[in-house]
């Protein structure tokens, strides 16, 4: 199993419609999880972070199940402006400083 | 701008030479990562430092690569006698100890012919 794995997409999702990625992770023992953004020819940037059950927002909210190994990104009222790749991202080390990415999910808002 | 910045954004270098990349990262930043990215991959891990100590290097990084931070500020990224598959967007990011977040800068992309 990889240690952070994506849907690669593309989602190709109409304006204003909700949209929610997956990702799944292999180290049980991990703490923290992150989604960072990534628009096309540019560095990431953090999106959200999460440590318990979830976090919200605005019309970002994140979900964890820790039993399942599994991250969720949901995004509502999508905008032309979101369109970007999410990148999961599960710390491997106690203190935060070695990050591995997911490959990212591509999402594209269609006006 | 206060932001990470890298020197070259880009680089064309043959087969076999030598290229070395600057990272500049946020001033009051004591940590500062490298990571290289492949088109339609996440990026990759490759070391750290905490002030000039470089702290963890990543089995990626062969002995081709050596990562510097002399003064606890900025950091060079060399590699020795390039590949084509060293071809790759090369990403410093910084952060302070003891925070989650690392500031991305635009990245240096290497391409080896």
């Known amino acids: 199993r990889k240690e952070v794995e994506q849907d690669p997409g593309p989602f190709n999702v109409p304006e204003g419609a909700t949209v929610a990625f997956n990702c799944t992770y292999s180290?049980?023992?991990?703490?923290?999880f992150f989604w960072y953004r990534q628009d096309c020819r540019k560095e990431p940037k953090l999106l959200m972070s999460v440590y318990s059950s979830g976090n919200e927002d605005g019309r970002f909210t994140a979900q964890l199940n820790r039993a399942s190994q599994y991250i969720s990104l949901l995004i509502r009222d999508s905008k032309l402006s979101d369109s970007a790749t999410y990148l999961c991202?599960?710390?491997?080390?106690?203190?935060?400083?070695?990050?591995?990415f997911g490959t990212g999910t591509r999402l594209t808002i269609i006006p | 701008d206060t932001g990470v910045s890298q020197d070259p954004r880009h680089k064309i270098t043959k087969r076999g030479q030598n290229v070395t990349f600057r990272c500049d990262p946020i001033?009051?930043?004591?940590?500062l990562y490298w990571y290289r990215q492949t088109l339609g991959q996440g990026p990759e891990f490759l070391t750290y430092?905490?002030?000039?100590?470089?702290?963890?290097k990543s089995r990626l990084l062969s002995d081709r690569f050596s990562a510097e931070r002399p003064k606890g500020s900025f950091s060079t990224l060399e590699i020795q006698r390039t590949e084509q598959g060293d071809s790759a967007m090369y990403l410093c990011?910084?952060?302070?100890?003891?925070?989650?977040?690392?500031?991305f800068g635009p990245g240096t992309r290497l391409t080896v012919t």
């Open positions: 991202v599960v710390p491997t080390n106690f203190g935060n400083e070695k990050l591995t």
């Open positions: 180290n049980s023992a991990s703490q923290s």
């Open positions: 990011a910084s952060s302070l100890a003891g925070s989650y977040e690392q500031y």
């Open positions: 001033s009051e930043h004591n940590r």
């Open positions: 430092f905490q002030n000039e100590a470089q702290l963890e």
